[in-house]
């Protein structure tokens, strides 16, 4: 795929423009076309799996962001194949989200130009594909699940976190992992372990620990007040 780009400057011109016409309509370059035809494709199964219209999607808004988000995530990396490098790119997604499918950021988050464009860590799709990217586990059905429980402050929580050189992925598909294993769903705990690893991190490679990455993992729940032998799973 030849991702092109919309920087900042044009996309608030885009943005204002929709916003005076009250009209958030696709206007995407035709070599899009496909791409355009299989998020709305992704997004109307989302909302047929939850049953819901598209009015209901900020009252479901968790449940449309990490289904839509794996849907969303194997789209852009099996069928259209993302790097990295250009997943990084702020400039990729305001192209996609303010000419491909304007549409779908307005059911979510209303008119909210930090949602479409202005903030790096807050662009929707951005954010999902970055959210899921980081806690993809094997397959499919398997990250459905880690991911089933959490909410929306999950993903400000682990977006929020990148470091000097980047998202440490296998350190947070550990956590996320873990998280999802031993049941951690207070908003409160998690943010304590995000904070306690934003922390150790500094001082302390979790590479290098005794007992690699899982230990280091582990011992940051137990640290941060997870009783694991009461929340593992079976």
Same mark, same amino acid.
């Given at each position: 795929?030849?991702?092109?780009?919309?920087?900042?400057?044009?996309?608030?011109?885009?943005?204002?423009?929709?916003?005076?016409?009250?009209?958030?309509?696709?206007?995407?370059?035709?070599? /899009?076309?496909?791409?355009?035809?299989?998020?709305?494709?992704?997004?109307?199964?989302?909302?047929?799996?939850?049953?819901?219209?598209?009015?209901?999607?900020?009252?479901?808004?968790?449940?449309?962001?990490?289904?839509?988000?794996?849907?969303?995530?194997?789209?852009?990396?099996?069928?259209?194949?993302?790097?990295?490098?250009?997943?990084?790119?702020?400039?990729?997604?305001?192209?996609?989200?303010?000419?491909?499918?304007?549409?779908?950021?307005?059911?979510?988050?209303?008119?909210?130009?930090?949602?479409?464009?202005?903030?790096?860590?807050?662009?929707?799709?951005?954010?999902?594909?970055?959210?899921? /990217?980081?806690?993809?586990?094997?397959?499919?059905?398997?990250?459905?699940?880690?991911?089933?429980?959490?909410?929306?402050?999950?993903?400000?929580?682990?977006?929020?976190?990148?470091?000097? /050189?980047? /998202?440490?992925?296998?350190?947070?598909?550990?956590?996320?992992?873990?998280?999802?294993?031993?049941?951690?769903?207070?908003?409160?705990?998690?943010?304590?372990?995000?904070?306690?690893?934003?922390?150790?991190?500094?001082?302390?490679?979790?590479?290098?620990?005794?007992?690699?990455?899982?230990?280091?993992?582990?011992?940051?729940?137990?640290?941060?007040?997870?009783?694991?032998?009461?929340?593992?799973?079976?």
């Amino acid at each position: 795929m030849d991702w092109l780009r919309l920087n900042k400057a044009k996309s608030k011109k885009c943005f204002d423009e929709m916003n005076e016409k009250s009209k958030f309509d696709s206007s995407c370059e035709e070599s /899009y076309d496909e791409l355009k035809s299989d998020i709305f494709k992704e997004f109307y199964e989302t909302l047929r799996e939850l049953k819901i219209e598209v009015n209901n999607v900020k009252n479901r808004a968790y449940e449309v962001d990490y289904i839509f988000g794996i849907k969303l995530y194997k789209l852009m990396t099996f069928k259209y194949k993302i790097s990295e490098n250009e997943a990084g790119n702020d400039d990729v997604w305001r192209y996609i989200q303010l000419k491909v499918c304007p549409q779908i950021i307005k059911y979510r988050y209303g008119i909210n130009e930090d949602r479409y464009y202005k903030e790096s860590r807050r662009m929707w799709l951005k954010t999902l594909w970055w959210y899921v /990217y980081l806690a993809w586990k094997d397959n499919e059905e398997t990250t459905k699940k880690i991911l089933s429980e959490n909410t929306t402050d999950t993903i400000l929580n682990i977006i929020d976190r990148t470091g000097t /050189y980047g /998202y440490r992925r296998e350190l947070f598909n550990e956590i996320l992992y873990k998280k999802y294993l031993y049941k951690v769903t207070d908003r409160d705990q998690f943010r304590k372990i995000m904070t306690l690893n934003t922390m150790k991190v500094q001082v302390i490679d979790p590479f290098l620990v005794n007992g690699g990455i899982e230990k280091y993992v582990e011992e940051l729940f137990v640290e941060s007040g997870v009783r694991i032998n009461e929340f593992r799973r079976s």
